[in-house]
């Protein structure tokens, strides 16, 4: 069961989103008009417990959201700064879990300050409350970048992938084609080999998309090589 307005597109400065599903809410906001990055506040509808994923900027937009209930954790999709220049921020006002993948670990806590207290890797869990999210290593763009699965018990998965899959093509590799070959192999092994059409992503910038809408063009992105 979802709502039926949600779209997945939001703009910086703009209301954010919110989806309903029978056990989670997902709330979607943009921050930061230059890097347009998205937010995305999970929510247990059974329990109440939260989890943010990328504290990306603007602390109060952010802050606002989870709005005093609480933070039982925060997870950073991948070591580049614009996906966690709030995390000091947000973590100062709700402690909890500090979540990334292990091999970005070392530079998010480099970078931001803020220890990474839980360093994830292929086939860990986040809880949410009576809920969970699968991790799912996607090297590649980063040597640690992460994507968080959300197998809603009664409809399509929901898929939240960082800066690895967009609409029209998987991340930026800034010219280094063994990173491209790592990062399209991965996606096409762990996501849209396992994953059905219907699976909704939630990606680290602009609007969602569903794997079933991206699945035709794997070929003519590897063949153009980005």
């Known amino acids: 069961m979802t ?51 990328d504290a990306a900027d603007v602390p109060e937009t952010l802050l606002a959201l989870i709005d005093g209930r609480g933070l039982s954790a925060v997870i950073t999709t991948h070591q580049h700064w614009d996906h966690h220049r709030a995390l000091a921020a947000v973590t100062a006002e709700h402690p909890g879990a500090v979540v990334a993948g292990q091999e970005d670990a070392e530079a ?3 970078q931001t300050g803020v220890q990474v207290t839980v360093s994830v890797s292929d086939g860990d869990r986040v809880q949410i409350g009576d809920s969970s999210l699968e991790v799912i290593s996607i090297p590649g763009h980063t040597p640690g970048s992460i994507c968080l699965l959300y197998e809603d018990p009664n409809g399509h998965p929901h898929l939240f992938t960082g800066d690895s899959l967009f609409p029209g093509g998987v991340g930026a590799t800034f010219g280094d084609s063994a990173a491209f070959a790592q990062l399209i192999d991965n996606v096409e092994a762990k996501i849209f080999a396992r994953l059905p059409d219907e699976t909704w992503v939630y990606p680290g910038h602009g609007t969602d998309t569903t794997l079933g809408a991206e699945r035709p063009h794997l070929q003519e992105w590897r063949e153009r090589g980005w």
């Open 3 to 53: 709502s039926q307005t949600y779209t997945g597109e939001v703009a910086v400065g703009g209301a954010a989103q919110v989806r309903t599903l029978e056990h989670l809410s997902i709330t979607k906001v943009a921050v930061d008009q230059k890097m347009s990055n998205n937010c995305y506040l999970l929510a247990c509808r059974d329990t109440g417990d939260q989890v943010l994923i």
């Open 108 to 110: 998010i806590t480099e």
